[in-house]
Structure formats: C-alpha cells, structure tokens
C-alpha cells in the first residue's frame, strides 16, 4: 500500500510541480493553498504525511503543525520552504516537524526526505552544514527539557 500525503504551499505552480513529482510514489490525497485548508485536510483525511510550507494565507505551516499536534495527530510533517533561517527549522523541529527541506533542493530530496521520515528518522537537507544541525539539535532538546 502506497503511502498517503497531503500538500500544502501559496505558490500553484509549485505545488503542481510537487504533485507530478511525489505521485509516482505516493498517493497525494489532498493539496492546500493555506494553513487552514492544510489542517482540515488533514483531520478529515488522516495522511502518513504532511508536506507544507512556512509561509501561506490564512494559517501559516507552523501554526498548522502546532495546531494539528496538539490534537495528537500521527501525520508526520515535512517543512518545505525557501527560508533557510535555522531559527524557523528549530521551531519546526520543536514543534514536531520530522523534516525540513529547502525549496531549492525539493526536487531532488522530497522524496528521500518523505520515506525518511515515514521510516521514522529526522531528515534535514544535506546542505544545512553539520555543525548548525548539531546546534539545532542541542537547542531543541535543550527547550524541550526545559517544558
């Protein structure tokens, strides 16, 4: 059974581009231009995971990421975005994002990023140097003890 994914970002032309490009391995259930969308989709549908983006209407991704986690949802997240600001992937990450991949790099990550998570690791595009995700990683579990 192939795995099922909802996708969510402002911009059509890409999430077109993403569509064509995960559905020869996943079942894309749903797309989303807005956060909110993005959640009910995601209650309605209950997807493996979720790919979305910082940055939408109505409900930006991390919101919908926080909202949908606090209703103990099991979709998994997968940050997809053209900010390569580490302060927004640690907040991804303590919110319980599973993966964060740049824009740039999405057509040739997504998918590795996609069977990553949903074999239950953390993916991170390659090209976040390592030394800023050992600290991302310390940061986080650092906020987190302290909840």
Known sequence: MRSRVVLADDDGLLLGLLERILEQDFDIVATAT???????????????VAVTDISMPVLNGLDALRMVNRDG???KFVVCTANPDMTLAAEALRLGAAG???????CAELKIAIRTVLDGHTYFDPQIP?????????????DCAGD
Not at 100 to 106: G, I
Not at 130 to 142: F, I, S
Request: proline letters at 3%.
């Open 34 to 48: 807005d956060g909110k969308t993005l959640i009910d989709d995601i209650l309605r549908l209950s997807p493996d």
């Open 73 to 75: 949802c099991l979709t």
């Open 100 to 106: 964060y991949v740049l824009k740039q790099h999405a």
């Open 130 to 142: 390592d030394h800023v995700l050992e600290n991302l990683v310390v940061g986080v579990t650092q």
